[in-house]
């Protein structure tokens, strides 16, 4: 988890995984190191606080804290074609660009113009992160994820219905790993796309262009503010058809090219995985 210090070290792993052709690999420092175990009791813990009545009041307290970020850091964010994330009526599961630790924002800025509550999973670890950042991940409408077979093929799925039941939506990260302001859509893992067909729910499909303004950060040389534009593309549906499985394919095809053919068109470029330090939105290298 970075918050500033350490964005220049960042931005060369993310470099040498690009050239290793390793485009989920983790990249940021300093992220929480526990075993299995520690991690399947702390995602378990996070459920049992979920029952507490002090939950419910540090809930209030951080979906407020989110709220008011959203209306201050996302008032100069577009949300370019807002109508298509209005077509499903029920719950759907949303995809995005992972770039950024505030950039859920964005996508929820859309769910409260579109009326709806929106959910994000969430990595395990992060629910182990120190100070502010802690009690929002804990705290916030989150849904956490364990590599744990029993977790992902029973309780998952069971935490995601809920949600669709309440024509709520669930933001996944199908990129899984964050890399810091890089603009380009990377290849999708496969998870969001079964669990999306296994409910029968479609892909509200995003991506986040990231512009640089002309002013530099507060305190820094070496970037550059920036601002979002959220295309929300196409949702895709599951087609009755088709296994799970095969559902999960096609959409998992459908949705890669819809963020490519936005990332051409966003920045005038054909899509390629050369690393430039362009590709690092704000980013003067020194």
Not at 229 to 246: A, E, S
Request: proline share 5%; glycine share 4%; net charge positive.
């Amino acid at each position: 988890m970075i918050i500033g210090e350490n964005r220049a070290q960042v931005i060369e792993n993310i470099k040498a995984a690009v050239k290793k052709g390793k485009m989920h690999a983790k990249v940021e420092l300093g992220d929480p190191i526990l075993t299995k175990s520690e991690r399947i009791k702390l995602v378990n813990d996070y459920w049992e606080q979920q029952k507490k009545l002090s939950h419910k009041f540090k809930n209030i307290i951080a979906q407020t804290i989110i709220n008011i970020d959203t209306l201050v850091l996302m008032a100069h964010t577009q949300i370019k074609n807002k109508q298509r994330a209005q077509g499903p009526k029920y719950g759907a599961i949303v995809t995005t660009n992972h770039f950024k630790q505030t950039d859920s924002l964005p996508i929820k800025k859309l769910a409260n113009r579109c009326h709806k509550k929106l959910y994000v999973v969430i990595e395990d670890s992060n629910l182990k992160l120190p100070g502010f950042f802690g009690f929002l991940m804990n705290n916030i409408n989150a849904i956490p994820i364990v590599q744990s077979y029993q977790y992902l093929g029973r309780e998952f799925p069971k935490h995601l219905q809920k949600v669709f039941d309440k024509k709520g939506w669930v933001l996944i990260y199908p990129e899984q790993e964050m890399w810091y302001n890089y603009r380009k859509p990377r290849p999708l893992q496969k998870g969001a796309y079964y669990y999306a067909a296994k409910a029968k729910v479609p892909i509200i499909s995003c991506f986040v262009e990231i512009q640089d303004l002309p002013e530099m950060e507060k305190n820094s040389r070496e970037f550059h503010k920036t601002r979002y534009i959220l295309h929300v593309l196409p949702t895709i549906y599951p087609v009755d058809r088709l296994t799970v499985g095969q559902n999960a394919k096609r959409m998992q095809e459908i949705d890669y090219m819809q963020k490519k053919k936005a990332y051409e068109k966003a920045y005038g470029k054909k899509l390629n995985y050369d690393f430039d330090y362009d590709d690092i939105a704000g980013y003067i290298k020194h």
